[in-house]
């Protein structure tokens, strides 16, 4: 079937179910949830600080291209020394001045480090960037957590709505039961019977009220809302959520917007980035040096001479670790492995996800199908009732047939709104899964 007849047909049934009751509180849109959420949820805030961590760490590893410099400042007391011959023999005093002091200044700028530097950098602007992925993919969370319990209020409204009106309808049945028993028409069995029909009614409609308020609850706390606020949602959200585009369309979202492939993406760049790193160690080091000493007394000379001795030089150099040439092999080689495994996971990831939209797209698709059987089950089964209420007071009907009519219309009611609700929900999946929520 030509999915735009289908969905243009079935549009003006989804707007025909109408809002929800208010009860004196004003409506809240799912988008204001998301923006208070993004402010205020306890969830969230932990991934926003490790992402302000990570850019912290680019600074860090920013401040590998500066200068080295070292200082150092000691004063000491030196104690007299002695001579002797070679077999220590000939012990003779030597006198030493005692005070000692000692000042040094130390550069070193790094000119060539192998790319260990600019590695380290670009390791650090990744893991940023893979922070930012990672606090995406967890505002996706508490968004698709927060539409859950969002769709699920407006469901209880609407359920609580549907049983409130069967209520009302089933005292009027009773109250024409009464009437008719005073005429000795209806058995006292049969009222009893009904009776017990409307307090199952009533019992579902405490729960469905107790229901509505843990629902409250819950979304309230994960947005970060104030816990007397009380969410009534905006009956208009049925209206934004009709499929333009086919499957192709969702999945080449998926594959620009999910965060579960960026974080993918960005893991094999790490890895890869960690290669470069672990090749930086074989090569040499090389920087520019300078520095400045001075230093008393002067012990080289015997005897010692009571005076400072300073001198300071400039030049290059080159630092070069031979034993990485046989020891960096095995972190190579671990390197390469974690490479290919992030390889590995990124199509796994990316598999996932195209599952996962292709299944999601089906159920949404389905789910228009499901509300236009839905409608028609609700038609026939107040169709069943009309006719069966109206056999039954003309003593053509069984109470037995009274209630499985009131119970197949209360269903049916039911099973349309839940029908309204996938719709819904699953566009919300959609997008929660190829990263546009």
């Not at 208070?36 to 949820?41: F, G, I, L, V």
């Not at 040096?289 to 400072?308: H, K, M, T, Y």
């Not at 269903?411 to 349309?416: F, G, I, K, T």
Request: proline letters at 3%; aromatic letters at 8%.
């Amino acid at each position: 079937m030509n999915n735009l007849r289908l969905l243009t047909g079935l549009l003006p049934i989804v707007l025909s179910s109408g809002g929800v009751c208010a009860y004196g509180q004003s409506v809240v849109t799912l988008e204001d949830i998301f923006e208070a959420a993004e402010a205020n949820s306890a969830q969230l805030r932990p991934s926003i600080t490790a992402r302000s961590e990570a850019e912290r760490e680019i600074s860090v590893a920013r401040s590998g291209r500066l200068p080295d410099i070292n200082a150092s400042l000691s004063f000491s007391y030196i104690g007299d020394g002695f001579t002797t011959r070679r077999d220590f023999s000939d012990y003779q005093k030597a006198p030493i001045p005692h005070f000692g002091n000692a000042l040094s200044i130390n550069i070193t700028q790094p000119i060539y480090t192998g790319g260990a530097v600019t590695s380290a950098i670009e390791l650090a602007e990744l893991k940023s960037t893979s922070e930012r992925f990672a606090t995406d993919f967890q505002r996706d969370n508490i968004r698709f957590q927060l539409t859950g319990f969002y769709l699920d209020i407006y469901k209880y409204n609407n359920l609580r709505r549907v049983v409130e009106g069967n209520i009302t309808a089933a005292h009027k049945v009773l109250q024409d039961m009464r009437a008719r028993y005073e005429q000795g028409t209806v058995l006292q069995n049969d009222i009893t019977r009904y009776e017990l029909l409307v307090s199952n009614l009533e019992l579902q409609l405490v729960k469905i009220n107790n229901t509505i308020d843990i629902l409250n609850t819950n979304l309230v706390t994960t947005a970060g809302l104030p816990d007397s606020t009380i969410i009534v949602p905006d009956s208009t959200i049925l209206t934004r959520s009709i499929p333009k585009e086919g499957i192709t369309w969702w999945q080449t979202e998926a594959e620009t917007n999910s965060p579960s492939l960026s974080l993918a993406r960005t893991g094999v760049d790490i890895s890869r980035k960690a290669e470069s790193l672990v090749r930086s160690e074989r090569l040499p080091k090389i920087g520019l040096q300078a520095g400045w000493s001075i230093d008393g007394p002067i012990l080289v000379e015997v005897p010692p001479i009571n005076r400072n001795l300073s001198y300071w030089y400039v030049g290059v150099g080159i630092n070069y670790n031979i034993s990485s040439l046989y020891k960096s092999n095995k972190s190579l080689s671990k390197s390469r492995m974690a490479t290919k495994k992030a390889l590995e996971q990124l199509d796994a990831t990316r598999e996932n996800v195209t599952l996962a939209v292709n299944a999601d797209h089906v159920r949404y698709l389905e789910a228009y199908e499901e509300l236009k059987t839905q409608q028609k089950s609700v038609e026939l089964a107040e169709r069943n009732y009309r006719t069966t209420s109206t056999r039954y007071s003309a003593d053509m009907a069984l109470i037995t047939d009274m209630l499985d009519a009131a119970n197949s219309k209360l269903d049916a009611e039911q099973q349309l709104v839940n029908a309204r609700i996938n719709i819904i929900y699953y566009y919300y999946k959609l997008l929660f899964t190829t990263g546009k929520i």
